[in-house]
């Protein structure tokens, strides 16, 4: 006989464990799964910790059978979103739940009863916590591994979906290119010409002044994502959070700006995928992690681009094609990032034809697809 279901919101250390460490059980046996940092986790998920939280409130629901976790989901309203957007949307995301329709169906009806309690109209996700953080429901692609905060989740997520009446709102697309890659030659020519006829060129980043630059990462992110679908400005706080997290794993060859007359008007961030070595840390770096890292970092072979945007009244001079033939010929071509053997860029939103446009013609191929589900409450 099946014990039954019931939703519980997470209360406490001991519930907040169990949510934080269900997805253990969840992808049990699934060798392409990334176990997070449980700290990480824990901290981006605590109002007193994670500067998000300054402007968004939270409700942590767990899904038990008898004391068992069997899955759960986190409700978010982000108040900057709704104010910059004139909309009462709510949110869902860190969402895990086993291969039983029901169970998501009351996770998501209790969050779908909180956000309608507090005046919300719309239910979206997974935002983890939103648009500027790791989103998307992976929809093609399984056959790939994960990148850093890239999110993945098992084939049957994408039913239990539908099961809970979500539809697709948004479709996120990834792009790769691999060691043998090779832009087309009008490419170079284009990016040549462009850098002769015109005062730019590109620096990379200056970790001495690591604050002052992430601060220009901000204004340039801001100036060419405005009109975008999701677009959320980042704080002050946030922008810092988030140069804290990549100092340790920021290789300043690998982000850099695109100057025009000594003014940065676009910028690339590109990160060495460390979830390699997050697999062999298993949610806990602990007392062994420089030995671990000593011992696996050799594994870590792939880069993730998380950021490339040109400010919008730049974005018809052809600049991607100066940081393509940038990534190509100053660092693959000439070897200094041999170790590398793929660079997955992503993610990039369907509908913007401009930006898609310029990596399908720079040579790169869509290689993942995620997917942002939403309902009316």
């Known amino acids: 006989m099946k014990t039954s279901l019931q939703v519980t919101e997470v209360r406490g250390d001991s519930d ?18 990334i176990p997070p940092l449980k700290r990480e986790i824990r901290d981006l998920l605590d109002p007193g910790v994670h500067p998000f939280w300054q402007f968004a409130e939270r409700v942590l629901f767990l899904a038990l059978r008898g004391t068992e976790p069997i899955g759960r989901v986190v409700g978010i309203i982000n108040y900057n979103h709704n104010r910059f957007h ?31 309690e507090k005046g919300m109209q719309v239910l979206r996700g997974p935002l983890n916590p939103s648009t500027n953080y790791e989103i998307g429901m992976l929809l093609e692609g399984f056959d790939l591994p994960p990148v850093f905060m890239m999110s993945y989740n098992p084939p049957y997520y994408l039913d239990l979906m539908e099961s809970c009446g979500f539809r697709k709102e948004k479709d996120l697309l990834a792009y790769a290119v691999d060691r043998n890659w090779q832009p087309p030659e009008w490419v170079g020519n284009i ?24 601060h220009i990462i901000k204004d340039i992110y801001h100036d060419a994502w405005f009109d975008n679908w999701g677009f959320v400005p980042m704080t002050d706080a946030e922008i810092d959070e988030m140069g804290r997290k990549l100092k340790g794993i920021i290789d300043p060859k690998l982000v850099f700006f695109i100057l025009l007359d000594e003014k940065p008007v676009g910028v690339g961030m590109i990160v060495p995928d460390i979830n390699p070595l997050l697999k062999h840390f298993n949610g806990r770096i602990g007392v062994l992690g420089w030995m671990k890292y000593l011992l696996y970092k050799k594994e870590i072979t792939g880069l993730r681009g998380m950021i490339f945007g040109i400010k919008k009244q730049y974005q018809q001079m052809g600049l991607p094609l100066v940081a393509f033939d940038y990534l190509y010929r100053g660092l693959l071509e000439n070897g200094s990032l041999r170790r590398y053997s793929t660079l997955e860029l992503g993610w990039n939103l369907e509908d913007n034809d401009l930006i898609n446009k310029w990596y399908d013609d720079g040579g790169a191929r869509v290689v993942k697809r995620f997917r942002i589900f939403s309902k009316l409450i």
């Open 16 to 33: 907040m464990r169990r949510f934080i460490e269900l997805p253990w059980r969840i992808y049990d046996g699934d060798p392409r799964w």
């Open 86 to 116: 004139n909309e009462r949307a709510a949110a869902w995301g860190f969402f895990e739940c086993i291969k039983e329709p029901e169970v998501a169906e009351a996770l998501f009806s209790r969050v779908q009863r909180w956000a309608g």
């Open 191 to 214: 990016a040549r010409k462009i850098l002769e006829e015109n005062n730019v060129r590109v620096r990379h980043i200056q970790m001495r002044n690591l604050q002052d630059e992430v």
